[in-house]
């Protein structure tokens, strides 16, 4: 069986990657350390860079913002926009319902920044790929103030980028 291994000499050798000694270059099996190439190296160590922590913090300020902003709307009292000039009669909406749809918009930002946070803290533990990835498009979505927006697109992009660290 040894005969199998033996290198011919009419065909150009290669090395083995664990030894480095060169052999026939269609070998299953390195003759001198055993070297099986038939069977995949194992799993390649995982790579430890700082996106996941970058990304994460991107996002959790996102959240953070659209949580911020989602408590102004909710804060948000149409009676003080009448004195900036709000007419009512122009926009055809009366003042509560102005009101209540600015309401209605802080609760989805808040729920938005909330799991734009969580999405944040997932990230920067290099857990819940997926959970970050909501969490990023969600800071995105919540806006917080345009800067969130865009602190969330950059943050996702990142932590998308470091898939494998998850
Ligand atoms: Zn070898």
Redesign the pocket.
């Given at each position: 069986m040894g005969q199998m291994y033996d290198a011919d000499p009419s065909k150009p050798g290669r090395q083995?990657v664990?030894?480095g000694?060169t052999?026939d270059w269609n070998a299953n099996v390195?003759m001198?350390?055993g070297?099986d190439f038939r069977v995949p190296m194992g799993p390649p160590p995982k790579k430890r860079s700082s996106k996941p922590v970058v990304g994460g913090i991107l996002i959790l300020l996102a959240g953070v913002l659209a949580l911020a902003m989602g408590a102004m709307f909710l804060a948000f009292d149409a009676t003080d926009f009448e004195a900036y000039g709000y007419d009512p009669a122009t926009y055809d909406m009366s003042l509560s319902e102005l009101d209540s749809i600015v309401g209605v918009c802080g609760i989805i930002v808040l729920i938005l920044g909330l799991v734009a946070v969580l999405g944040g803290v997932f990230a920067i533990m290099r857990k819940g790929f997926a959970l970050a990835i909501i969490g990023g498009i969600c800071g995105m979505i919540g806006i917080g103030f345009a800067i969130g927006a865009v602190l969330g697109l950059i943050g996702l992009i990142i932590v998308g980028l470091s898939k494998e660290e998850f």
């Open positions: 083995c664990t030894c000694r052999i390195c001198y350390c070297h």
